[in-house]
Every structure is written in structure tokens, then in C-alpha cells.
């Protein structure tokens, strides 16, 4: 077996990035995001890196904009109200088409609400919280070995769509420690002619976002929207659990999907058919795993940190098909017990 | 015959679309002609601000990038941290910079980030049609100072290069004016000065440069370059506010 | 089957890091292990915990309502998680911050008075340590000697003396949990 | 005796009168029978002997208009 | 007939505000929302109201934020980038309950976009482009006299509910002039105990979104749910033409449902029975109409400038009964007899 | 016997979660001694950061708002505008203030709004674990300046007291400390003289309070007392930068 | 019927007034109107144009791809804007700026050299007034006399030396409509 | 002969020692007998007679733990 290291996810997270090539780290501290800025401000300085604790999640976004127009891996990660700030930017990021990674260690809202992990901020990540018609790949890593797989994955996706990519991840994963396999650091980069790196022995490059004719506008909203079909149509990943001849599926993504899987181990034990699909990314969402399982499963439960965000996406999937139910907790991170109940009572309710 | 006065290199053909007498052009040429005699202009990436010199991108002939509203410093300060060799020039509005940018530009100074900054104040906001600047004189009549700046609604106008004088961070700081041939040639020294001090590693500088808006001033553009001269200078003074030492 | 550990008590206490080694030593051990504490950077006082998950297999859920096992450090910590762990669980406590004993009679309940045993040696701040030491010589959840084994590596980076002072409040436990309980 | 020669690009010129008004020469003017694409009339100058080549106008036109030679 | 007066967009709706008793305005300036805020600084020092040109979107919000919560009503106006700089601050304020308009005269996106009208901003609008669980009501007026009548409508949904309210008109609605007639001023407010005035005669006020107690968290966002689900409950509002026995269903929302409307027409007058469902509030989405209207119609059309956003919400109501198509511009309005095409190709395709 | 110190009217009884020896507490209670004896309690309007003073609201005796973090002036300014006679004062910290609300409090600062604004400086992010902050000093050791703040990296410390004298909408600007009995006593007048001035409707008034965060500096309270004297003062001198004339 | 006229020049050619004078005069007999202009505060230069939509019944669609009549101010508008009128519709062309007439042969075409007029008459900026007095004569849209009777309406606030000289230039274009064309 | 009186909030001190530092007659230590439901060591007044009412303890304590009275 390779060697294991005990690590916390905010740190592999941030270990996976290096590996993955990241060079800079432009970040603005919150909790529960700081630690993972701070393993980067240790680190940088050793490898000839870049790390600036900028002024404000505004200065961090933007900082993140002119650092990937060199072509350079650049990452930023914040939290809540930080994300939201960050928004105006990501929003340029998206139509200047520049790859980054955007980490976002979620906790509770709205307002300044409360450092406790959260699912809150789904519908700001997976529809895009800024203005205009755009999509960022959003991937929920469920463990600390995810922390460091999603973000050396994450800037592969980035460089390969040209797309800002954002984790998200409740505070509770960067928080925790589990004994990690270390990733061979990645050699292989594709390059990127469209980096404003300076003008020599080329002509000038531009990285613009203004598009003041029209016609010009559609042209660029129609040439993002096609990515973003390509996007759906290769990239929805999902990880399934039990779902050959389940009745009920449970739908969690991030640290909710593990215990909730192994409250659907003990459901099993009680023999309950029940199967749980892990979405991995949120956008795409894994719509053609779920339409497929909307034909023979009877029904859905989606659990969530939240007010059931995610519930949208599935009966958007589901079409209908069958009902989806939701179980939903806020600042308080459900335990296996009390998921495994609300299996239960579905099950009985519904006699599976 | 031999010609003495062109377009330089580091603009491109491209026609400005600014108004008639817009000195923003002049500036823009001011800047090519410093890059070109310091021979930067592969070098050189130009940051472009949210406001009427949007569209420097399309005029400046080297690598540029447009910035959101008021954050040019902070992509200046990535690409000069990633790229340590190369000349970053941001070139912002009273808007971009003073209002929204404040937080930005005080930092990157700060911070003794080795970029430039040309600082075009025309006090007021000209690409979303004359609303107050923060750089507005108290007095003038702006579409949203409609009876006249005043300190009680609307404070003090910004003296950007005193402030940033300040900072122990700044290099170089600088206030010229393009009213007149004398100062055109002052602005143009001062430019120069800010690039080369930048790439020396000197640290922060910046050149505020009074400027014009005609179309909201109301003028013709002769009109407003006396107006700098009569109401602007003695407000905002001209001269160099901080040069660092060497070494 | 999945072993799961509280440990509980104030910010100063040192609780977290005893999960902490629990952790190092389950995964030198090649077990699987998890480590979820109750973070606040942004909370001043008030009560610090972890939990500690210890599998053979792959650990599905690090987090759980109800513990196997609690090691209470102060009296706040004792009225909060008393009723959540497991039927027939074990509780320790740190007898020299606790004034009182569980009202539950399922509970095995081991009193260690960590802060005495440790003003006795002169080393106040090894009192996480003693609890340890008791804790793994009564639960063998990792063998005792294979956790002095691991000392070295745990504390990599840390200097000789504190080592041994560590070394040493850890076997005072160990000592106290043989002979006294 | 001129000592100046100057090209007017009067496609592009905006007729804002910068370099009428600087010119030290006085030598500038806009040319009323004439009218650009963009709906200006665009500049020429008077008394091409009397330029001494100063290029001030060029230095103030906004648009790059003017080129300036000299002997 | 009431006297007429011809007005802009961006004056009728600033005159509503003031007329509804708004006393203060915050903005920023950008086009197109720029009018809107000269109005009020023309305006406001006339009735001794508040007028401040604050130094950006992110002061404009948190200025807003302090004036509401005097128990005053304030408002703010902007665009594109704007709105999502605001997304911190109105996530605050809907935690903190905060009664307040915000204008959002939307433009193209992403990034810096174009000035051009836009509905691109539907997802930040209707699924709080901010942190955490929350939502704002969405007011779309699609004429200059609706300007007026929902701004005035707006400041009493806010009182009523203690909750930003965001009125979403595309670029074009604030530039044109229409003849309008001018509503009679507001006089009755209810009052607002809990205003941070000072405590003189009480116990000390305070507005706060921080919650560091996870169950207490939980409780303010079970509260704010159960005042969504109200709303949802009460305030969904729409306008329906020519819905008795259409087959197609076309629904669109601002300035493009009246142009929709004339498109609605001519196709009727060659025989094709087809209906118009104009969504008033965005969200609450007017989910009831819709999900009626499916039971028999055979299909919908949704029309949008932006690239499908609606779509989503109307599939959700319809919940598979029948398909919904999607025909979108971006950056450019489609005028009516580029609608009125699309309607015969979809009815001669299905034989209505 | 007369009670010569006790708890003013205008702190609850709440206890306060700061660490032991957390000079957060001390400040605090002159603010509320000062509202006291100008019996302006029930005028107070008072505006939290977001800091380890962000709970401020549960120890003020007057009403409160919690600000985003950063935007406590401009939550101010629309208070004031609103309510004029209303005492209007921002506690904020130095991440808060010197940071993230750099543009906030420079502009509120430029529009001379009627407030006073008590800025604690204790050289580091506390709420969030000890990052550096805009005025954490050169060669300090921060989690996100572990090897020592330097030039290069992170630019130079924030002097607010003597950037805000700048703008010419402040009336009062003053730098104190806490560090000792004679600079508590001497924060109480600076604070007590910016509220006056304020309620006289003179403009914008600040004072820069020289904190401790033991915590965080790794020290004990009296330690970290000891450093604000030995480090701080020499970088950050105490006294008034800016007092406005009347009338 | 809802009839629609496009008005479209240069930015300074005074088109968007044009509009907006046409949208009181027609608001003012008691037609419903819409005025919609192709808005660019963040552009410079270029062409500026506007939609008056005038209708006895409520306005459904203020815009249009294909408008009945259009005003054309400049050359680069007639270039623009030739090819969507309706038609048979009816194009009004500034011929002192355009130097071409449209290549479509089903369109009335109206030429009104209104610079020159408006320089003879000593009032350049009168120009786009005497085109509309022009455009209302021969349109009736609004009638004539209605029109002059609006005008201290319209221009309520302006000083009555400016409102003459506009009548003036309004009625020199009426005179033209009638005795040239 | 003593000239000020203290009253101690044992239950909220938290140990600091600012007061025992500041207290010009250094007169205040932590009680190592008693510990409170914080876990610390209240502060308390070795010679009460020797306190001469400065209040100075008071006036650098954070948490208002002490309250002096004075003659
Ligand atoms: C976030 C954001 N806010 C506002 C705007 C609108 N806007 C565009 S330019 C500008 C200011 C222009 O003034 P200035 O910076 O002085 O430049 P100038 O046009 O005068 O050269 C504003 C407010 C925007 N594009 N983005
Ligand atoms: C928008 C936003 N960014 C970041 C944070 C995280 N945060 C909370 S407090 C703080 C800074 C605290 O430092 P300071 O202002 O100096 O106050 P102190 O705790 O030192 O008194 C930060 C960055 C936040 N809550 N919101
Ligand atoms: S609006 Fe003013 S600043 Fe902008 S181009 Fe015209 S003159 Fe220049
Ligand atoms: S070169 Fe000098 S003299 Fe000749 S035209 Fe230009 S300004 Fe006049
Ligand atoms: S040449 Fe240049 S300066 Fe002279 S009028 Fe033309 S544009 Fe203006
Ligand atoms: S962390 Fe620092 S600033 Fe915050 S309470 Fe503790 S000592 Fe005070
Ligand atoms: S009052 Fe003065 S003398 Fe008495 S204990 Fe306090 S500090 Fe010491
Ligand atoms: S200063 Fe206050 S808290 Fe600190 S030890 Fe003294 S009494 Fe206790
Ligand atoms: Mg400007
Ligand atoms: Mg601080």
C-alpha cells in the first residue's frame, strides 16, 4: 500500500493545486477558508511561487483575472459573503475565458451568518451568482483524498475549457483529517497563445470582456453557450451506490453523501432497497445518471445543508417521472442516525 | 525634410472614437512615444479601465487587458508578481480610480507594487455621460451635482497625487496637466520618469494627468483647455509630490 | 466495525490535539481514521471537541450523534455530551475539572484527576497527554506500546525535551490507568 | 521661406480646433468647403510658407492628425 | 380620461419610488440606470430626501443597508457588474430584513458586456446571486406606466414582507417614453418598531446577520423559508392574452412580452391558436398560472434575451406535462415579426 | 466611600467572549463612559465590523447594527443623512477599516460625513487567527507573513491616521493607545473630543487605537502590552493629526 | 393601425428631438405613442436613431423590424436602414448629407436639402425642425396646425426666442413640402 | 490605613494580570486557591490596607471585574 499521510482537507486541497502546477494564490482571509491561504503563504516563497494576501475578495478575483491571462495556474479561495464579492469577477473571468481555480470552503447564510458548513451557496455556484449568461464547473470533493484529486482535476478542466472552475466544499472537509495517497505533481501543460505575456515576436493579445456591438455580444454569448453544451454533454460526473433495484434514491453531494451513504447501509441492513447517487460535479449537474434512474426508482430523497437547493436540478432531471422529497438541515451538519430515521420513515410511509 | 512628428509604433492605425478635443488621445500618444524611445513595447501589457479609454485596447499597439471598473491596480499587481520583467501600465479614469478603485490604488501603493499609473482627471465621469467625479470641483454642475457641487451633499473633491504621496510605497508621484504645449512636454517627462523608475524596481508610481471632457463639460475644446488652466490647477497643483531615491 | 471517539473540553486544553495523536497512531497502525473538530476561529472561549473515527475498513461517515467513547475534560462538556453517547459506552473524565459523575448507569465511567497527576509531575500543560495514556491502556484502541512507537514521528519537528515530557505524562497515565482503576 | 511641411489625414480629422488655436503661427483653419465622412470639416492650413515647423499642432491634436516635417 | 404626461422609463419609475415615500437614494452610476439616479439628485434636495452619489455599488448597497434600516424608504439603481457587487450586501440585507427597493435596468453580460437590453441577469435575480438561503421579489414591468406602478407596488411588498424587493427592467423600458398617468402619493406607512433609531423610550434595536449558535442559525433560515413559502403562497402575478383554447403557450416577461404580444396577435389572426402568459414576478414565479395552463395546452414557447434562463422555472411548473421550447436573442431585442416567425414555425411543425 | 469605577450605563451586562487581557474590553468601556457623561446614549447609533468586535452589539447599551465587513461607514453615512442628530459611531478594526473598507472609510472621510469612527489597531487579523493585516509591522509574524512581514512581499504598514488627516473633510484625526493608564486616560479625551466635534456637525472624526491581540501575537496580556510600547508606538506615533477650527 | 417612423442621423443632428417632438405633438391630440431611441451613453460617436410608435388603441410593440416611414438624416442611416422599411413606405432624405437616393424603386422618396435651407435661414441647428415640418406636412400624422399649437407645450421652459426660431424653421419645412414637392 | 475599597467579579475574571502589572502598589495576584467556571484563577487583593483607591486596576482591567470605592 503507498505511503499515507495524515492530512486536513484545507491543506490537501491546497497540496493538490501545487501539484497540479498552481504558481499563485491571490486570497483574502475568512474562515473556514484561512487555513488554506495560509498553507499557501508557507509554501509559495519555497517553490518561487506567488502568494499576495490581497486587500479585499474584490482585489483577490481580480487579482486571480491578471494572473491567468499570463497563462499561469492561479487559484483563490474565500467563503460565503467572500464569494459573493467575488462575483462581478468571476463573471469577467468567464466571458475572458480564462482557466483558475476558485475555491469556495462554504459556510452558513445569508448575510454574515455563521461559520458552521453549509450547502447555501449552490444556487450561486451552479447558476452563476453574477450577472449574464454564464456557467462555471463546480466539483463537491466528499473526503480529503477528493480535496486534493478535485483540484489537480479541477485545473485540467480549466486549462482544457478555458473556464473558471470553483470547488465547493463544506468548512467541515477543509476542517478534517484523514490519511491521504500523495499525487505525482503534474509535468504535462498545454500552452496558451492567448496569454498577454508582453508582445514579442507576436501580434498584441487582449484579454477583453466589452463587447459594445450587438451582434458581436450574441456571437460571444452563443459561442460560451456551446461550450457549456459541451460541457454537459462530457463532463457530469456522479458516483452511485447500492442503485441496482433501489425503490428510493437518496441524492447528497460533499461530506452529507458519506453519511448519508452509510445511513443507507443501515437502511439496507433493515432491508430497505435504497441506492444514493453522489453528484461529484454540481454543474454539469449529473442529470443523465438521475433521468436514468428516474425510470425504475420510485422515488427521490435529496438531503442537503440547506433550504433544498439542489431539489431543482433533480425534478429537472426527474421531468416528473417520480416525486422528489427533501430532507434539509442548516448550520448543522446531519449525523448518520438521524438520516437513517428519515429513510425509514419514507419507507414505511411509502411501504418500500 | 525629415519628419519630426508621427504616430509611434506602440499605437495601432485604429481611429479613436473619443470626441473632438478629447485630450485622451493626447495621452494615449504620450505613452506610445514613451514606450517606444524606451523601447518597451514587447514589454509592455497596458491595463485598460471601465470608462471612456475602455477601448485603449483597440488603439494601443502592444498587450492589454481590460479591467472591471476600478481594478486595474490589483491585475497589474498579478501579472507584474508572475511576470516581474515586463512593464505594467494601468491607465484609469477619475471614476475608475478614485471612486470605486480606491481601496485598489491606495494598496497597490502600499504594497510598493513596480507598476504605472496614468491617472487621467477630467472631474467627471465621461463615458456614462457627466456625472460627479470624485475629482469634480466643488461648485461645478455635473448631471448628478445638478445645483453645483457642494461640501455638506457631496464632500471634498479627491486630491489623488497628495494622497498617494503618502504612501511609503510610492516611488513616484506626480501631477501634470496637457493644457499647453509646456505641459504636454512636462506630461510626457513625467511618464518616462514613472516607466523607468517602475522597471528599475523603484516601486509604485503613478502621473495624474489633468485632462478634458468637452462633451460634458459643455465646451468646445479650446474652451476646456483654458478651463483646466483657470479652475483646475489651482485646485489640483501641478508638480512631482514624492521621487524616491535611487538605491 | 467503526470505533468513534469524543474528546471534549476548553479551547485551552489541549483536546484537539489529543485526537490528534489518537489519529497519527490509528494510521501508523495502517487502520483508517478520520478527525473532525468543532472549528471557530471566529468564536472566542466556549468549549473545543473532535471526533475521532477508527475503521479496519473504509470509513463511511466520520461524523455520528453518538460516540462509542467520550473523553470529558471540563464540567460544560460533561452536561452537553453525557446523553449522546452510546448505550453501555465508556466515559473518562478529567475528575480534577469535572465536580460531578454521570446521572446515566449504563455508562463504564473511568475518573482520571489529569490536572492534580499533572501539577504533581510540574508539567501542567501534559495534562491531555495522561488522559491518553489512561485512555489507550484501558481501551487498547491503539497498543500502548505501539503508540510510544510512534512518538518520534508524531512529534516530528519538536524538540527532544518536550518529547520526553510528553513521553513521560502519557506512561504517567498508563501508570495510573494499571494500577489506580 | 517655410521650414515646415505638413499632411493633413482629413478623413480623420474632428475639427475640434486644438491646433487652430496653437498654433503660434496662426496659420490653421477649418476648411468649410470640405466635409469628412464623419460629418466635419477638417483642417488645412492657410499660409503653408509661414510654418517654421514647430509641430505644436501635432504635439496638441488629440487624433493624430497632422505630420510634421522639417528641413 | 386622466391627464397624460410623456415620460422615460427610469423617470416614471424613480417618480413611483417618491411618490411611494422614498426619501433616499444611493446608486453608483452606469448605464443604462444612470438617468435614474440624476432624476433623484435633481429630485431629492427639492423635498428635503437624500441623495448620495456613493463611491460604488458596494457602498450604494451597504447604504442602503444603514438607511432601511432607520425604517426609512430607500432605494438603488444600477446594472450588470453593479448588481452582482451588491450581492454581498443584499444577501445582508435579506438576513437582516431589511424593507428596500433595488433597481436592476439590465444590460448584457457577461463581464463588461454591452449596454444593450439584457434578461441575463433572470438566475442571479430569482435564485439570490448572493450567499446562502434567500430570495428577493422580483418585479418585471414590461411598459413605462408599469415603471411607475410597481415601484410603488414594490415599497409596500417590502414593508409588508421585511424583504428587498428588485425591480428587473431591461435596458430599453428605462430609456423609452411612453404618456403615463401619474399616481396619487402614498400616506399611510405602517410603522417599524424595530428600527435602529436611537433607544430613546426603549430597549435598545439591533440589526444583525451573524449567527454563530448553528441551531439558532438554523432558526432564522427556517424563519426566512417559511416567509418565501408565504409569499410564493400569496404575491405570484402574471398577465394572461388569449389563453382559452390555445395550443401554444408563449411566455415571456418585460418589454419583450408586449412585443411578443403583438406577435401573439398577428399569428391569431392566421389562425394559430396561441396564448401569452406574462410573468409579473419573477420570483415568486407564477407557478400555479403556468402549471394550470399545462394541464391544456401542448406546448410552450419561452422567449427570453439571454440564453434560456426562465425556461427552467417554467419546466418546473409544467413538471413534464408538456414540452417547453426556448427561442432567445442576446444583446439584441427581437422585434415582433421575428417573433411572430417563430410562432408559425413551431405551429405549422406541430399542425396547431 | 463614593464608587469611583464602575460599569457605565451604556455596556449591558453581558460578559465579554474577548481573550484575557484583550484591549477590545477596555476600549469599549471609554466609548461607553464618553456617551455617558455627553448623555448620549439614546441619540447613539453605533455600527460593528466584522472582527472579534463584531459582537460589539451584544455589549452596547444603544442601538446597533452589524456591518459587513468593511462597510460600517457608509452603513453610517446613510444613517446620518438620515437621522442628523443622531450620534453616529463605527468601531472597526484594522483588517476592517485599513483593508477591506479602505475605500469606505476614505470616502466617507472626503464627503466630511458627521461621524466618529473608532478604529482599533491591534497590527493583525484576530477574529480570523492571526493573518496580517494592513498595519501589521515589518518583520512581524503573522500566519499569512510567516517568515516576517517584508517589503517585497507584503509592502509597507498602513499609517490611517496620517492618510485620513489628508482629506479634507476630516476634522479630527488622533492616534492614541491603551498601553498604559495615561494613554487610556488620554484614549477617553480623544474619543470623547471626536464625538463632540461630531455632534457639532464639524465632520469626520477618527480614532486610531493602538491595540493588543495577545492571542495572536503569542503573547501574554502584559506582554502584549509591553510590545504595543516597545514596537508599536515607534512606528505609529501617538497624537492629534488633524484638528479642524470651528466655525 | 400602428404606424411607426424611424428617425436616424448623426449624433449631434438633433433626431432623438425630432422624435420626441412628434411623440408630445401625437400624445397631445390623444394618440397613444412610444418613443424609443437606440441608447449609447457608453458610445461615442456613430449613428443615433429613434422608434415613434403612434396608435389610436393601446401600443402593443413599441419596436419594430420593419417601420412605415423613416427620416434619414446621413448617408451611413440610409445605408443602414434602406432596406428594412416597409414596403411602399416612405423615406424622408436629408439630401444636403446623403448623397445617393435608395437603390429600391417600391419606396416614396422625399429629398429635403434641409442644411442648406437651414444655413440660408441663419439657423444651422434649425435643421432637423424644418424636415419634421416637412415630414408632418406631407404625412399628416399630426396635423400642422396641431403641431404649432403644441409647440409652447413641447418646448415649456425654453426661451420664447428659441420656440420662434423653431417655428420658424418647423414652418419653412412646411412651406418647402408644399411648394417643392 | 487604607483609602479604597475593591469588589472582585471573581466569576468573570479571567485572569489576565493587566491589574496586578498596573497596580502601582502592586497589591493584586491571582488567586491560585480558586478557579472559576471559566477555569481561572480569580484575581484578588493581597493588603487591602496598602490600596489607595487609584482605580488603576479598574481603569486597565477589560472586563470590569473590579469596582473601587474611594473615601
Ligand atoms: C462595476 C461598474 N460600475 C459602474 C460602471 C459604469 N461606468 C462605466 S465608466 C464609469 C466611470 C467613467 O468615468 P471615469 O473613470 O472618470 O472615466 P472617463 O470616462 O471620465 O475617462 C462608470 C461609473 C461599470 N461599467 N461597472
Ligand atoms: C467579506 C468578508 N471577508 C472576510 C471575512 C472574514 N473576516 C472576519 S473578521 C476579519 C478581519 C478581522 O481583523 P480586524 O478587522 O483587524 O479585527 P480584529 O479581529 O483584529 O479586531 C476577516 C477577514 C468576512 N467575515 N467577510
Ligand atoms: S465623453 Fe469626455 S472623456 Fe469621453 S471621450 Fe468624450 S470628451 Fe473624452
Ligand atoms: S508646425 Fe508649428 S507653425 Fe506649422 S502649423 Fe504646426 S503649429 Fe503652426
Ligand atoms: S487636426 Fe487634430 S487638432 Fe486640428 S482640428 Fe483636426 S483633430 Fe483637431
Ligand atoms: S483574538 Fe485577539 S483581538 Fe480577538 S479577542 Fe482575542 S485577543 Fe482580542
Ligand atoms: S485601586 Fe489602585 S492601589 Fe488599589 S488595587 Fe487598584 S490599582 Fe492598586
Ligand atoms: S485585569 Fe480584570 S480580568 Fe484581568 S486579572 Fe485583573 S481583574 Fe481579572
Ligand atoms: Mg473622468
Ligand atoms: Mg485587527
Redesign the pocket.
Known sequence: MEERVLMKGNEALAEGAIRAGCRAFFGYPITPSSELAEYMARTMPKIGGVFVQAESELAAINMVYGGASTGARVMTASSGPGLSLKQEGISFIAEGELPCLIVNLSRGGPGLGGIQPSQADYFQATRGGGHGDYRTLVLAPSGVQEMMDLAMEGYDLADRYRTPVLIMAEGTLGQMMEPIILREPVTQFVDKPWATTGCAGRKPNVVNTLHLDPEFLETRNRHLDAKYKEIQAKEQRAETFMMEDADLVVMAFGIIARIAKRSVMDARKQGIKVGLIRPITLWPFPERIVAEAAKTVRRFLSIEINMGQMVEDIRLAVNGQVPVEFYGRIGITPNPEELTREIMRIAEREGF | MKVVAKRPESLQETRFHYC??CTHGIVHRLLAECLDELNLREKAIGICPVGCSVLAYDYFNFDTLEAAHGRAPAIATAIKRLLPDRCLVTYQGDGDLASIGMGEIIHASLRAENITVIFINNAIYGMTGGQMAPTTLLGQVTTTSPYGRTVEANGYPAKMAELLAQSEGAAYVCRTAVNTPANVTRTKKAIKKAIQMQMKGMGFTMVEVLSTCPTNWGMS?VEAMKWVGDHMIPYYPLGEFKVKEEG | MEKQVLFAGFGGQGVLAMGLFLSHAAMSSGKNVSWVPSYGAEMRGGTANCLVTIAEEEISSPLTENPLMAIIMNRPSLDKFEKRVKPNGLVMINSSMVDRTPDRTDLEVLAVPVNELAEEMGNPRGANMIMLGAYLEKTSVVQVEEALEYFPVIFKGKSERLIEANRKAFMAGVEYARTRM | MARGRLK?DDER????????FYCPQGI?E?DKHQMNSLGFH??TITQEEKCNGCAI?AM????M??QVERE
Chains 1, 5 share one sequence.
Request: aromatic share 4%; glycine share 4%; charged share 15%.
Open positions: 473632438p478635443g475644446p | 493633413f480629422c474632428k475639427a475640434c480646433e486644438l491646433c487652430v490653421l477649418l477638417p483642417v499642432c496638441m491634436c488629440p487624433d492628425i497632422i
